[in-house]
C-alpha cells in the first residue's frame, strides 16, 4: 500500500510560478512510476507529466512542455513538479499517482493522493 501526499499548490500570478511535491510513505515508492495529473471544474482529469522509476525518463504534455519540470528524489520518497510561466488555463487540482507502469493514462495508476488546488489569476 503507498500512500502519496500532495502539497505546495496555492494562488500564483500569470507568469508566476510554484512547486508542487508528491511524498509517498510506503517502503516501495521508488519501486513506482509517478505522475501528475490534473482536474480543472467540468472537465476530466488529464495527464500532465510522468516520471520513471529511475527518473531518467520523462514525459510532458504538451501544454506545458518548456514550462513546467518533474523530478524525484528517491531518498526522501518524494517526486517535485516545477511549474514555471504559469497560465490561467494552468487552473485546477493537480493529483499525483503511482503505478507499475510508465504511463499517461489515469486507469493505470494504482493509488493517489488527495490533491493540491492550484489557481493562476491576476
Known amino acids: 500500500q503507498e500512500q502519496l501526499v500532495e502539497s505546495g499548490g496555492g494562488s500564483a500570478r500569470p507568469g508566476g510560478s510554484l512547486r508542487l511535491s508528491c511524498a509517498g510513505s510506503?517502503?516501495?515508492?521508488?519501486?513506482?512510476?509517478i505522475a501528475w495529473f490534473r482536474q480543472a471544474p467540468g472537465k476530466e482529469r488529464e495527464f500532465v507529466a510522468r516520471?520513471?522509476?529511475?527518473?531518467?525518463?520523462?514525459g510532458l504534455v504538451d501544454a506545458v512542455k518548456g514550462r513546467f519540470t518533474i523530478s524525484r528524489d528517491n531518498a526522501v520518497n518524494t517526486v517535485y513538479l516545477q511549474m514555471n510561466s504559469l497560465k490561467p488555463e494552468d487552473t485546477a487540482v493537480y493529483y499525483c499517482g503511482a503505478s507499475n507502469k510508465y504511463s499517461n493514462r489515469a486507469r493505470d495508476y494504482n493509488y493517489w493522493g488527495q490533491g493540491t488546488q492550484v489557481t493562476v489569476s491576476s
Open positions: 516520471i520513471s522509476v529511475s527518473g531518467q525518463s520523462t
Open positions: 510506503g517502503r516501495t515508492f521508488s519501486n513506482y512510476g
